[in-house]
């Protein structure tokens, strides 16, 4: 369940020994179907795409802000009588089912590019609530770490996937940047915090809950 109003660690990887993204084409179009599906519905503070997995840190909007967006925006479709929409068990059945749609459409259009059937997720994404403001830092460093960690990079912020640059610069983002430079203080102290040898191990022992 994804509740309104909480944060969450979210991620998933692929089927197997499969690769979720194989071109640099992948990880961009990946982002644009999470931008269609995720983004109108969570604030996005952290990500991080690898070949074969990946790690969001989310908040899911409240029940207010949900139902306001579907009667507000032209920017995304409508769903119909979300308004009417009451039970935090259906909201949160929606935002799930998001989710969903994002791994189809992706599994569908790779697919078609590499001409491969099935799936290509493992069934169940996972979420891990994340209540205390404190833990929230160290998350944003596991999440950009994890290229490192895993051995795709010697250096974290060579790596082009991760929301790292986007918070650095100062170009237009649908991430909440501010928010997350206020976790940090600042900008500089980010940066610095980055630069540090990060224990992920430590990090991903930390109860989130």
């Known amino acids: 369940?994804?509740?309104?109003?909480?944060?969450?660690?979210?991620?998933?990887?692929?089927?197997?020994?499969?690769?979720?993204?194989?071109?640099?084409?992948?990880?961009?179009?990946?982002?644009?179907?999470?931008?269609?599906?995720?983004?109108?519905?969570?604030?996005?503070?952290?990500?991080?795409?690898?070949?074969?997995?990946?790690?969001?840190?989310?908040?899911?909007?409240?029940?207010?802000?949900?139902?306001?967006l579907t009667s507000s925006s032209s920017n995304f479709s409508k769903v119909p009588n979300f308004g009417k929409v009451g039970s935090e068990e259906e909201l949160s059945l929606f935002i799930s089912k998001q989710f969903s749609k994002l791994f189809s459409s992706y599994t569908q259009a790779l697919n078609k590019q590499i001409d491969r059937t099935?799936?290509?997720?493992?069934?169940?994404?996972?979420?891990?609530?994340?209540?205390?403001?404190?833990?929230?830092?160290?998350?944003?460093?596991?999440?950009?770490?994890?290229?490192?960690?895993?051995?795709?990079?010697?250096?974290l912020r060579s790596w082009p996937h991760s929301s790292y640059h986007t918070i650095v610069s100062s170009f237009p983002t649908l991430l909440n940047r501010e928010v997350v430079i206020e976790w940090f203080d600042s900008i500089q102290n980010f940066e610095y915090c980055h630069q540090q040898t990060v224990d992920l191990r430590s990090i991903n022992e930390l109860s989130f809950d």
């Open 118 to 155: 099935g799936s290509l997720f493992q069934k169940n994404f996972r979420r891990k609530e994340v209540s205390h403001i404190k833990y929230f830092q160290n998350l944003i460093l596991y999440i950009h770490s994890n290229p490192v960690h895993h051995g795709f990079t010697s250096e």
């Open 1 to 68: 369940m994804l509740i309104p109003g909480k944060y969450y660690h979210i991620y998933n990887r692929a089927n197997g020994d499969e690769n979720l993204f194989r071109t640099d084409e992948n990880f961009r179009f990946f982002l644009e179907k999470y931008k269609l599906y995720i983004s109108p519905w969570v604030d996005t503070f952290a990500y991080c795409l690898m070949p074969n997995h990946f790690h969001f840190f989310v908040k899911v909007k409240n029940i207010e802000e949900l139902k306001k």
